[in-house]
């Protein structure tokens, strides 16, 4: 039996089976089938049954034994004061192109956690660069069969990617990826792209070996490293130019025709900027895959306007007037404008102001919307003829939270350019209710 470890709940999903046996915030779990819960691994493999017992503490003391009939898969609903039902463990690399380690002084404490923990991967799909997965890890993933494991490669130099993570157990940490693949384990990849480090002939190498991995690898994103202005005593990066864009994208392009002939799975997927930057027209959506790669960046842009094309499609349009403005990164600033362009077609009398906010909080290299901090908002806005609303992605909010990164909140940001201020969701259709006033 498991060293005895205890979890309090901290929320209980409404309509959930958790509900329905009367479990509260403040309850503990003590024990599933008679086994203590290390963490939140062995919590998804024990409650995979169709029948259960659970044993929960109340908060006066009296323990409560239930038993529970459910379909295999279904979840119980509870949420854990600790998300990993553990201690999170913290990066042990020094990566060359680290982004906590770029960001300004002064910031709340979270921001400068690293974590490189494997249990974030299959909980909430963060990426990994192995080495701080032990032997024991590796076994639990496999005997558990969770999966997918999102990796963060780099290279597949592995001389280059102990230089590249700043430590010298990066290349045989790699070793653990051969037996995930032998398991079965699904993963996705990704390779932040660093120029003169990685690029060129070192990308086309990591790609080949990568593709060995097929099918189990699912897909394998590139994506341009970020760069602010605080990098003093940092690794001397330069940015990637408009050229730089275009070859990193015919070499992308050229391992997708290859692969898709072969494999029929495109395998190797560029980030929107790569495309932004090179001033080049997005892929079709089916180059995508199924956005395995979504939240990293790849086919945001694409998936936008998909959803946003078809939720168009079945609206009739009206006479309404209405205007909003929607303030965004500099980089999809001409995206949002033609998609704005598409929306007033049928809605004449809805004007819609795109904002491209420059970031001077981590530097104008920054170009994404989802690094803009609240006094960046503040400073350019003040003064602007906004309209009715303000509408903002929800990717510049801290996770579940109406808090900027630089702890400014929606609240003090509205009162300040006195404006409501409308968070939209990542997807076409949230986007039209908030410009159309539907919401």
Known sequence: MKRKKEHTISQVEPGSIAEELELNPGDILVSVNGQYVEDIFDYHYLINEEYLEILIR???????????????????????????????????????FCFIDQLPKGMRETLYFKDDDSRLSFLQGNYVTLTNMSDEDVERIIHYHLSPINISFHTMNRELRCKMLNNRFAGEALDKVEKFYKAGIAMNGQIVLCKGINDRDELEHSIEELTRYLPHLQSLSVVPVGLTDHREGLYPLEPFTREDAVEVLEQIHAWQSRLYREHGTHFVHAGDEWYLLAGQELPAEESYDGYLQLENGVGMVRLLHEELKKELALRKGDGRSRKITIATGVLVAPILKAEADTIRKKYPGVEIQILPIENHFFGRRITVAGLLTGQDLRNQLTGQTLGEALLLTEHMMKSGERIFLDDMTVEELSRALQVPIIIVESDGKALLEAVLGDI
Not at 61 to 83: A, P, Q, R, S, T
């Open 58 to 96: 109340k908060p006066d003391g009296e323990e409560w034994e239930l038993e529970i009939e459910k379909e295999y898969e279904d979840d119980l609903g509870i949420v854990f004061e600790n998300g990993l039902m553990d201690e999170y463990r913290s990066c042990r690399n020094k990566c060359m």
